[in-house]
């Protein structure tokens, strides 16, 4: 198979094959990189039955949760150590940018430290019952084997707050990379192996969804299934899950707003919106790819968005210069260039982009386009998620015109507002319906602060002391603290 660097799954503390293998492309030159290994069903079965194994061993179940946040501090220095490793490799398999894999690995690391941090902060409570003699408390306890699926996009920062939470928690754990970029997390499985934890306990393989990730959500021993992805494979997993009826998280998609007043300082703003569309060539799941704005600014920031998005620097993702690179597979770029000409065909006027920029034929570039959909609210942009660099942009006149354009979408993953009015944004800020809204900014993200939707856009949250909780069970303690006789149970008054 060529020269070719070849990955291998790690499966109870062993780097090992999978049933076949499979070519990973990179998207900026349209060329094989590297070799991935697929798990079947069989190797799947393997690793959820290692971290089942792990689960119940004393190695693991026996540790303390401060010994466990130490390998979770351990794997974060890890990951900051080997940040420009995993960074290079995240930008040739998936083509984002240099500087921003880089970045988002070093901010990966600071996710890991703070769950690591949280693992001994994980307390139960004592329940007030309302007899004397009874002393009640409630223990928080890990919740078993846990099924970790990630998109291509984002993956180091998506699978951190899915193990990171659950190796606090004190659960194990089996992570589905997608078959779509594999390498940095196949690479990361290094250092999961080199931070010492207990085989079985943290499990990384990939493998096509319809095998691997269909036996990894049904499989009896798994008791969590953490997701992120599209919508469609979500409803999937659900039905998976009918089998062992695990409890599940679902990360989805979005359509988010940017709303925009006439009272804003346009030059304050305009970066938040360009961050929110053209960042990572709008594949994020927070992307603002529906741009409301008022009237009165509508043509001027049209124009200067034009502006931005034609100065925007394309080139090679892995020189440290390029502002903007490929989309990640061929499926992503053929869905962009069918829905932007659809739209166009229904009306929306091509403001600048839609195209394959010059000079990349045969790779997976697309121009940042912005499209005036005002005259076309349904345009096939401004309803799907398109995963790609597109803005649709919609002019209202009131703001019940924009509370309502912002909620006419089944999405609610984030939405923004840019208002200098602050009464004005309290009102925005309660009646969009999604689960993050942005003031005045746009796609900033901490550990501490949850993260996740509302209605399409998923289940559940990631992020903060809570989503910790979400890898526990609650189990009743109920003491005796009496010395008298049980009372005889058909001789009370
Ligand atoms: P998909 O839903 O196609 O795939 C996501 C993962 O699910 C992949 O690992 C995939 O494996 C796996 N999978 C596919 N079929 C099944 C199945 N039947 N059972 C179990 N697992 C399966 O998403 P994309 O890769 O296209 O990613 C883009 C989507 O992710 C967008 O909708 C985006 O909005 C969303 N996303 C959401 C985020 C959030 O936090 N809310 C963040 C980032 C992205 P394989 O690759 O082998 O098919």
Known sequence: MGDFPVFRNYIDGSFVEGSSTFESINPSTGETWAIMPA????????????????????EWAGLTPTARGKLLYRLADLLAENAQDLAEIETIDTGKIIRETKGQVGYTADYVRYFAGLADKIE???????????????RREPIGVVAAIVPWNSQLFLAAVKFGPALAAGCTI??????DAPGPLLKFAELVDEAGFPPGVFNVITGFGEECGQ????????????????PGTARQIV?????????????????????????????????????????????????????????RVKDELIGRLKAKAEDILIGDPSDPATEYGPLATKAQIDKVERVVESSIAAGAILITGGARPEGYQGKQYY???????????????????????VLSVLTFDTEDEAIAMANSTNFGLAGGVFTNNLAR????IRAV???IIWVNTYRVVSPIAPFGGFGESGLGREGGMESVLDYTRAKTVWINTSDAPIPDPFKMR
Request: proline share 3%; net charge negative.
């Open 367 to 389: 121009l940042p386009t912005i499209l005036d959909c005002s005259n076309v609210k349904d345009a096939d942009s401004v309803t799907e998620e398109l995963f790609g660099p």
């Open 433 to 435: 319906r999604s689960g």
């Open 39 to 58: 798990a079947g069903a069989a190797d799947t079965a393997r690793a959820v039955e290692a971290a089942n194994r792990a689960f119940l061993s004393r």
């Open 174 to 179: 089996v992570l589905k990379a997608s078959e």
């Open 124 to 138: 139960g409570s004592h329940l007030p019952i309302d007899k004397e003699e009874l002393e009640v408390y409630l």
């Open 425 to 428: 944004a309290h009102r925005m």
């Open 239 to 295: 039905q998976n899950s009918a089998e062992n009826l695990a409890y599940t998280t679902l990360e989805l998609g979005g359509k988010s707003p940017v709303i925009v007043f006439d009272d804003v300082n346009l030059d304050s703003m305009i970066n938040g919106v360009v961050a929110g569309i053209f960042g990572a060539a709008g594949q994020s799941c927070v992307a603002g790819s529906r741009l409301l704005v008022q009237r």
């Open 215 to 230: 036996v990894l959500t049904s499989h009896p021993d798994v008791a969590r299934i953490a997701f992120t992805g599209g």
